[in-house]
Nanobody, 127 residues
Framework: QRQLVESGGGLVQPGGSLRLSCAAS????????IGWFRQAPGKEREGISC????????NYSNFVKGRFTISTDNDKNTVYLQMNSLKPEDTAVYFC????????????????????WGQGTQVTVSS
């Protein structure tokens, strides 16, 4: 069964850090562009970051640029999202998604991956 599984969410104080993981099973990331998205209660889903299949392109939304970093570990078939300087407005359910299409380019944030999605992991930033 091909699926993505996120982990690493939790409760953290403002200014703290978390590292989210997105592990693939049943397939390898080698040819997939991977992205992270989030959705807060009552709000639309928004794109956070993406990384191209070869890792050469990485994009970030303005509201996380400089604070979040996306990376991959091909040996572990896992994509990470390191989140630093977390703010209460970062509170949301975070999802990862994979698509074979080369979607991590310009206008990446307007694209909805049409491959695999994880079930989400809750991130809560609160004192």
């Amino acid at each position: 069964q091909r699926q993505l599984v996120e982990s690493g969410g939790g409760l953290v104080q403002p200014g703290g850090s978390l590292r989210l993981s997105c592990a693939a099973s049943g397939f390898t990331f080698d040819y997939y562009a991977i992205g992270w998205f989030r959705q807060a209660p009552g709000k639309e889903r928004e794109g956070i970051s993406c990384i191209s299949a070869n890792g050469g392109i990485r994009n970030y939304s303005n509201f996380v640029k400089g604070r979040f970093t996306i990376s991959t570990d091909n040996d572990k078939n896992t994509v990470y999202l390191q989140m630093n300087s977390l703010k209460p407005e970062d509170t949301a359910v975070y999802f990862c998604a994979a698509d074979l299409a080369p979607w991590c380019g310009s206008n990446w944030y307007q694209y909805t991956p049409n491959g695999y999605w994880g079930q989400g992991t809750q991130v809560t930033v609160s004192s």
